[in-house]
């Protein structure tokens, strides 16, 4: 698959939505709007490859071209893998053997190596280090996406990846999405984070259940956008040594408040 099309279906009201929008390998697509706006129901949209049997009567290409029933309700090898805001692990299994037996499905050419880089992957996102040999269901929210993107990024076949609220993900979000394009994904990320939004190369602009504005980040915005970033990788920073029993007394933002 080289680009994914996403048709207009209609609103809430039954209006058309003017949509017609191709996505191809290494594009970030940001999706803003108001809580109940009709963000996750795109997602769903995307996730389930619609052919005009949803609610709001959206359709997807791929190539250009309806996909076929096998490639729709396949139960391997999908197309679209989607992380939700929580990932909550049941099974008894240590982060090593998750992987592997992830691994057992892909059958990657060197599964040692595959599991290293998984959880170097993993470290580079999350605060607090996850080991191989820790139990799946003590790692925290922020370690479980982390664990997860990275598995999506380097493991997983799905060249679409949704990704809803990673701002609530307790992960570095820059890191996270040049994982996955690094690795030739489309990434569309549901969000309400001002830095997280301008990111995407484009966004696209819900409201009453449909999108009513698609928009090119511009150059003035990506500059806002990285004065924004330092000014959040502060905060990271004011987190952590609160989180290490700091105080925090002096001027907390020096020269970097815009």
Same mark, same amino acid.
Request: a negative charge; aromatic letters at 4%; glycine letters at 10%.
């Given at each position: 698959?080289?680009?994914?099309?996403?048709?207009?279906?209609?609103?809430?009201?039954?209006?058309?939505?003017?949509?017609?929008?191709?996505?191809?390998?290494?594009?970030?697509?940001?999706?803003?709007?108001?809580?109940?706006?009709?963000?996750?129901?795109?997602?769903?949209?995307?996730?389930?490859?619609?052919?005009?049997?949803?609610?709001?009567?959206?359709?997807?290409?791929?190539?250009?071209?309806?996909?076929?029933?096998?490639?729709?309700?396949?139960?391997?090898?999908?197309?679209?893998?989607?992380?939700?805001?929580?990932?909550?692990?049941?099974?008894?299994?240590?982060?090593?053997?998750?992987?592997?037996?992830?691994?057992?499905? &892909?059958?990657? !050419?060197?599964?040692? *190596?595959?599991? /290293?880089?998984?959880?170097?992957?993993? +470290?580079?996102? %999350?605060? #607090? $280090?996850?080991?191989?040999?820790?139990?799946?269901?003590?790692?925290?929210?922020?370690?479980?996406?982390?664990?997860?993107?990275?598995?999506?990024?380097?493991?997983?076949?799905?060249?679409?990846?949704?990704?809803?609220?990673?701002?609530?993900?307790?992960?570095?979000?820059?890191?996270?999405?040049?994982?996955?394009?690094?690795?030739?994904?489309?990434?569309?990320?549901?969000?309400?984070?001002?830095?997280?939004?301008?990111?995407?190369?484009?966004?696209?602009?819900?409201?009453?259940?449909?999108?009513?504005?698609?928009?090119?980040?511009?150059?003035?915005?990506?500059?806002?956008?990285? &004065?924004?970033? !330092?000014?959040?990788? *502060?905060?990271? /920073?004011?987190?952590?040594?609160?989180? +290490?029993?700091? %105080?925090? #007394? $002096?001027?907390?933002?020096?020269?970097?408040?815009?």
């Amino acid at each position: 698959m080289e680009r994914i099309s996403i048709l207009g279906g209609r609103d809430k009201a039954g209006r058309r939505e003017d949509l017609d929008l191709t996505l191809r390998r290494g594009d970030i697509l940001s999706i803003v709007g108001p809580t109940g706006a009709g963000k996750s129901r795109f997602l769903e949209d995307l996730s389930c490859l619609a052919q005009g049997d949803t609610p709001t009567g959206r359709r997807v290409l791929i190539d250009g071209k309806p996909p076929a029933d096998e490639l729709r309700y396949a139960l391997e090898g999908r197309l679209v893998a989607q992380l939700s805001q929580n990932m909550n692990f049941i099974m008894d299994l240590t982060v090593e053997e998750f992987i592997r037996m992830h691994g057992e499905c &892909r059958r990657p !050419a060197q599964p040692d *190596r595959m599991v /290293e880089r998984i959880i170097a992957a993993a +470290n580079r996102l %999350t605060g #607090e $280090a996850i080991g191989a040999e820790t139990p799946v269901t003590q790692l925290s929210g922020g370690q479980s996406r982390a664990l997860m993107i990275a598995d999506t990024g380097l493991l997983s076949p799905s060249p679409v990846v949704l990704i809803d609220e990673l701002e609530n993900a307790g992960v570095d979000r820059s890191r996270a999405l040049e994982l996955l394009v690094g690795e030739d994904k489309i990434v569309l990320v549901s969000t309400h984070d001002p830095v997280l939004a301008l990111l995407g190369s484009r966004r696209l602009c819900f409201r009453g259940g449909a999108v009513w504005r698609v928009i090119e980040t511009s150059p003035a915005e990506q500059r806002n956008a990285a &004065r924004m970033a !330092a000014v959040n990788e *502060r905060f990271l /920073e004011l987190r952590d040594l609160l989180r +290490n029993g700091a %105080t925090l #007394e $002096a001027e907390p933002f020096g020269d970097c408040c815009v």
